[in-house]
Nanobody, 115 residues
Framework: VQLVESGGGLVQAGGSLRLSCAASGSTNSISVMSWYRQAPGKQRELVALIISGGGRPKYADSVKGRFTISRDNADGTINLQMNRLEPEDTAVYYC?????????WGQGTQVTVSS
């Protein structure tokens, strides 16, 4: 499975960005798709996840009500709509796919929120 993220950039506080993750390869083996982020000097943390079989998405408390994870059923792309961005959201954002025997990661995309 290969994951390619896009959509990062620089935005002012209060603004919005939309991240996308395109998956290719043996995508039928994927059970969960997630977005993680890692800020400088901090551990990587889970931001949001969506389960392939359905069910409600899950969010970190810090992004609830501001971020929305969704799946484009036409091509399987996973999107992360980020609204009301805060400087604390600055990080490298990674797409993750949980397969049967392996965890897959994208290369990451930088999100910078200026105050």
């Amino acid at each position: 499975v290969q994951l390619v993220e896009s959509g990062g950039g620089l935005v002012q506080a209060g603004g919005s960005l939309r991240l996308s993750c395109a998956a290719s390869g043996s995508t039928n083996s994927i059970s969960v798709m997630s977005w993680y982020r890692q800020a400088p000097g901090k551990q990587r943390e889970l931001v949001a996840l969506i389960i392939s079989g359905g069910g409600r998405p899950k969010y970190a408390d810090s992004v609830k009500g501001r971020f929305t994870i969704s799946r484009d059923n036409a091509d399987g792309t996973i999107n992360l709509q980020m609204n009301r961005l805060e400087p604390e959201d600055t990080a490298v954002y990674y797409c993750n796919a949980l397969g049967v025997l392996k965890n897959y990661w994208g290369q990451g995309t930088q999100v910078t929120v200026s105050s």
